[in-house]
């Protein structure tokens, strides 16, 4: 079982371009997730789903876009990347959206952006 | 803002317990006290969960008082690699917030030879 899959590991970005960031999930999951953390900041929501066809912001979603177009696969979208989102980005999911279902996390993406 | 307090920090010394507080003294009859730790930069990994009663897996213990605010993770015998930043987490009731995660700041558990 290969869990929460992230990849790229490592992305350096220049300000205006854009990218994606890949998740995968192989555990059927519903819910899937976006964190960002920066030092000193914990963790914060970034957008989430919980189904196929539906997603929502979290706490901060400026400069971010998804979609969930199949149960297995979150891609989260830098539309035009800048300094301020330089940080380390987590995948996330969980079978299901109670209190009862836990969180599994991706090894997360590192992004530059200079 | 987090609705827990933990140490920001512990000392353990190898193969001893490491017994982790969290205070959560503002907990709702159906949220649940997760447990999850960070090692270096890696993603946040999954430890144990509960609602009222104590559990146990292959990794910990989690004792959880009577009256629910408060709770203790337990790691029976600690090894170097269990070096790691723990957080206690109150999971949100589904709702606006949809299941998500509110990371405080965690306690940095250090193992000692």
């Known amino acids: 079982n290969a869990g929460v899959t992230q990849t790229p590991k490592f992305q350096v970005l220049k300000t205006g371009q854009s990218m994606t960031l890949q998740c995968a999930q192989d555990?059927?999951?519903?819910?899937m997730s976006w964190y960002r953390q920066d030092p000193g900041m914990g963790l914060r929501l970034i957008h989430y789903s919980v189904g196929a066809g539906i997603t929502d912001q979290g706490e901060v979603p400026n400069g971010y876009n998804v979609s969930r177009s199949t149960t297995e696969d979150f891609p989260l979208r830098l539309l035009s990347a800048a300094p301020s989102q330089t940080s380390v980005y987590f995948c996330a999911s969980s079978y299901s959206i109670t209190g009862n279902s836990p969180l599994h996390f991706g090894n997360g993406t590192r992004l530059t952006v200079t | 803002d987090a609705k827990t307090t933990q140490p920001p920090s512990m000392d353990c010394a190898e193969g001893r317990a490491a017994n982790l507080p969290c205070n959560h003294s503002t907990i709702s009859g159906n949220e649940y006290v997760y447990w999850y730790r960070q090692i270096h930069s890696q993603g946040p990994q999954y430890i144990i969960h509960?609602?009222?009663n104590n559990e146990t897996n292959e990794m910990a213990s989690l004792i959880i008082t009577e009256d629910r605010k408060s709770s203790t993770l337990i790691l029976p015998h600690a090894t170097l690699r269990d070096t790691a930043v723990y957080y206690c987490i109150v999971r949100v009731a589904i709702g606006g917030s949809q299941g998500n995660l509110i990371f405080g700041k965690g306690t940095k558990l250090s193992v000692k030879p």
């Open positions: 509960g609602l009222k």
């Open positions: 555990m059927n999951h519903e819910y």
